[in-house]
């Protein structure tokens, strides 16, 4: 089973760019679906962006043609470029991972996940 370690978070102001990363320890990560998930106070985790074993890609509505998701097996490592960012886009996030071959946005399909790391976007 695989272990995940996020970084990458910081403050950023309205319309700037981070780029988080999550770096996987265990074995076959190339075999596993993965997500980045958010978490703002107050309110409930939810899907970012998914990548199946496939490399099929979905993204929640509110982060299209500004997230980017995508995954390195060599590094075991996920990766999450963000632009244009948005006080709205401030939360927790935190990567997943997944046994099955399918992009999933709910938490409830991911068994493993990573301790988060922090964005906040200020105007």
């Known amino acids: 089973q695989v272990q995940l370690v996020e970084s990458g978070g910081g403050s950023v102001q309205v319309g700037g760019s981070l780029k988080l990363s999550c770096v996987a320890s265990?074995?076959?990560?190339?075999?596993?679906?993965v997500g980045w998930f958010r978490q703002a106070p107050g309110k409930e985790r939810e899907g970012v962006a998914s990548m199946s074993r496939s490399r099929d890609i979905g993204y929640t509505d509110s982060v299209k043609g500004r997230f980017t998701i995508s995954r390195d097996n060599a590094k075991k490592s996920l990766f999450l470029e963000m632009d244009s960012l948005k006080p709205e886009d401030t939360a927790m996030y935190y990567c997943?991972?997944?046994?099955?071959?399918?992009?999933?946005?709910?938490?409830?399909?991911?068994?493993?996940w990573g301790q988060g790391t922090q964005v906040t976007v200020s105007s």
């Open positions: 265990g074995y076959a990560f190339s075999m596993y679906s």
């Open positions: 997943a991972a997944k046994v099955s071959n399918e992009v999933a946005l709910s938490r409830y399909e991911y068994a493993i």
